[in-house]
């Protein structure tokens, strides 16, 4: 999570497709994937191929029926996923996406219109990312996107398993950053994930490697750092947590 003393965005710099804490994981997806670089010395692991325009073989993968996961308990109350709906979530979204922490880490400040082309290009997609509220004790606390790494450009970087599970987020709100709660919310989502989608190994994340404050929070979670990836735009750990964690342990 980045920000100072904030956890306000975790979102990836991505490569290719549509959008992702205000924690930092931002490798930034554009509608229309495209090819990316494997650094050299890598090579895209046995089996996984990168996410194209027009291949549908993703959908769903990322959990349509998240609005159907129901809640998970949390020392603050319980929280829960609500896919975004674009009029109704437009306004909440345009503003947090304006706060100048997460707009230093997303990248998406400016008029409502720039916001809702990032959402139009993941609910509009192949059911690979989904966009949603993050909702604590009924009140909307966050943003996140659920993705397929397996099937994400991201693959290309490193040795996805199937069904591997990405995440990005964004605290919204100035007053909720800085308490814990991003390591709170991680650990949730995480839980929310291995239990909703059996077929999932593990969960992993990207966050930007000077983003301490956002290591510290997926450490906290339970994730561990598995190694240095070199993204377009950015230098990123490589943060996973697997089944059989609890909290902050591994």
């Known amino acids: 999570m980045q920000g100072q003393p904030a956890h306000p965005a975790a979102r990836p710099r991505r490569t290719g497709r549509p959008g992702r804490h205000a924690v930092r994981v931002r490798h930034r997806r554009q509608p229309g994937a495209r090819p990316v670089s494997v650094p050299a ?11 194209r325009p027009g291949d549908v073989a993703g959908r769903d993968v990322a959990g349509r029926d998240v609005a159907g996961w129901g809640p998970v308990a949390t020392p603050d109350g319980p929280f829960r996923l609500l896919p975004v709906r674009g009029g109704e979530h437009l306004g909440l979204l345009h503003r947090w996406m304006n706060d100048p922490v997460v707009a230093e880490y997303w990248d998406l400040a400016g008029p409502p219109a720039r916001t809702e082309e990032h959402l139009r290009a993941q609910t509009g997609g192949d059911g690979r990312s989904v966009p949603c ?33 990405g995440v990005h987020l964004l ?5 909720d950053r800085g308490r814990g709660l ?12 291995l239990d909703r989608r059996p077929g999932c190994p ?12 956002s290591l510290g929070a997926f450490r906290k979670a339970g994730f561990r750092r ?7 735009g950015k230098r990123a750990a ?4 697997g089944r059989g964690v609890v ?3 591994h």
């Open 41 to 51: 010395g890598t090579r895209a692991p046995a089996g996984v191929r990168s996410a």
């Open 133 to 165: 509220l993050g909702l604590l004790d009924g009140r909307p606390t966050s943003y996140w996107e659920i993705y397929r790494a397996d099937l994400d450009p991201l693959a290309d970087h490193y040795a996805a398993r199937p069904h591997d599970t």
């Open 171 to 175: 605290i919204g709100e100035a007053a």
């Open 182 to 193: 991003g390591a709170l919310l991680l650990d949730a989502v995480a839980r929310l994930v």
């Open 202 to 213: 593990r969960l992993v994340a990207e966050p930007d490697v000077r983003n301490h404050a």
């Open 226 to 232: 598995a190694g240095t990836l070199e993204l377009p």
């Open 238 to 241: 490589l943060m996973i947590r």
């Open 247 to 249: 909290g902050g342990t």
